[in-house]
């Protein structure tokens, strides 16, 4: 590598979120909480789905996996956040930096093809039910899990192999609470045009890619259940796709009112960060078991197994 190809940015001040000093420590509570209970409830989320056999089913390891990569987004960032409103260090060197980049696209991109392959999971158990074990096998769904982790970590790679070749020059400030691709793009002293290329055309199409499947999935689910004439079906049907579409709405929906309604760019790309970082994370665990009756089921079962066992002792 030459010398044009090495950064001088041995470190980034990362800015933080855009609030008044004295309100950190509430701040800092607050994402606390937040990240607690992401952890927590999705961790509860996937040990539940592995401790009852009546959840073993497709939808439930798709969304095992979703929690998963839901408490390794928030992971990515959120540590790094409160570590730096605690101690006072907005500083991150430059490896850990790149890390950072490379992990955050990795699990984000992880999460857009989970909620579509989720959503073909609700697509094929509502237009066709008889045949929805056939079609959705256990080794499908291996599959489609791998391959999404797979083009995740190629899609990852790419953006972050192409970044490691930039110069860091002069300014190491990031307007963000961590660091993200654009933000660092800005600061580059080296010849973006590439990089730029590439999100908008490859890391546009795995942005949107997903999406589709997502609208696709439900159009068509869609003129199916107005097929049905019975309100009896009409609930089966919503209460089938129901919580994966209440999670796709607060997904997608949160990240485009941010961006249609609040006038800052700056702004813009930390309160979507927040959004799906942090908030949609953690609501998450909550959406898919206050209404869940297979998942409260569960949780039922679990508590009464071990109050049983401590009784016992």
Not at 157 to 174: G, K, P, Q, Y
């Amino acid at each position: 590598m030459g010398p044009e190809n090495q950064s001088s940015v041995s470190e980034f001040l990362l800015l933080g979120l855009p609030f008044h000093p004295g309100q950190q420590r509430g701040f800092f509570t607050l994402f606390l909480g937040m990240y607690l209970t992401t952890v927590l409830g999705n961790l509860l989320i996937i040990l539940l789905i592995r401790l009852d056999s009546r959840l073993h089913t497709p939808m439930y390891f798709l969304l095992s996996h979703l929690a998963f990569s839901d408490i390794s987004l928030s992971s990515v960032t959120v540590p790094k956040m409160l570590t730096n409103m605690q101690t006072q260090d907005p500083f991150i060197s430059y490896p850990e930096c790149i890390s950072q980049v490379c992990f955050y696209i990795l699990f984000f991109c992880v999460d857009n093809f989970l909620l579509a392959v989720m959503a073909y999971d609700r697509y094929v158990a509502i237009c066709h039910p008889l045949h929805y074990t056939t079609i959705l096998r256990e080794g499908l769904c291996v599959l489609l899990v791998a391959g999404s982790l797979i083009v995740s970590c190629a899609h990852a790679l790419l953006h972050t192999l192409l970044l490691v070749r930039l110069s860091f020059c002069a300014d190491n400030t990031i307007s963000h609470f961590f660091c993200d691709l654009t933000a660092l793009l800005k600061l580059s002293c080296s010849d973006i045009s590439l990089n730029q290329l590439v999100i908008f055309t490859e890391g546009g199409l795995f942005s949107i890619l997903p999406l589709f499947i997502i609208l696709g999935s439900y159009v068509r689910i869609g003129t199916i259940i107005l097929k049905v004439p019975s309100t009896k079906g009409l609930y089966k049907a919503f209460s089938t796709c129901g919580f994966h579409l209440f999670v796709v709405f607060l997904y997608y929906g949160t990240v485009a009112s941010v961006y249609f309604f609040s006038s800052s760019r700056d702004s813009k790309d930390i309160t979507a960060s927040v959004m799906y970082t942090v908030v949609t994370p953690m609501l998450n665990p909550f959406i898919y078991s206050l209404r869940n009756r297979d998942i409260q089921q569960a949780l039922e079962m679990c508590v009464s197994t071990v109050s049983m066992q401590s009784v016992a002792q």
